[in-house]
């Protein structure tokens, strides 16, 4: 459980560019490749269609494809959604710290709504966590930006 809470908390402090795993691959593909995203060890998402070869899954992006090692994915899924939900059933029932970890990887995944989740379930047992109550408020204004922008 703590290399979970340390692989969000890295995920929140570091940045992690995919630079050095961009590559320009060549040859044909081992199968075709399926719409889907990696979570990768540092906390990022990185999404399309992805086909695995023998260094690592094949990336097709926009502008090209990548590579990205095996030893740097902690998970393949089909969505964003996906991800999140196999992360939420790794938290240990009431863990607090888990659960805000969760809600600000959400956040830098864009993924507000769950992260909203994540902090009232954290302010149902705790109504006073100060860092729920200011997650809360930072969420709601995103959340209100985002449909207006609508």
Request: overall charge positive; hydrophobic content about 40%; charged content about 20%.
């Amino acid at each position: 459980m703590l290399r979970f809470a340390w692989e969000i908390a890295a995920a929140v402090v570091t940045a992690s560019l995919l630079s050095p795993y961009c590559v320009a691959a060549s040859g044909p593909l081992a199968s075709s490749p399926e719409p889907g995203v990696l979570l990768l060890r540092s906390g990022r998402l990185v999404h399309g269609r992805i086909t695995e070869s023998s260094g690592g899954y094949v990336v097709e992006l926009k502008n090209g494809r990548m590579l990205v090692p095996f030893n740097q994915v902690r998970m393949q899924a089909a969505s964003a959604d996906e991800v999140y939900y196999k992360l939420r059933k790794t938290i240990p029932e009431g863990s607090v710290n888990y659960r805000l970890s969760l809600a600000t990887w959400c956040l830098n995944n864009q993924l507000y709504n769950k992260a909203r989740n994540e902090v009232q379930d954290v302010l149902k047992s705790e109504p006073e966590n100060p860092t729920a109550r200011r997650m809360l408020g930072r969420i709601d204004s995103l959340l209100d930006t985002k449909n207006e922008e609508a």
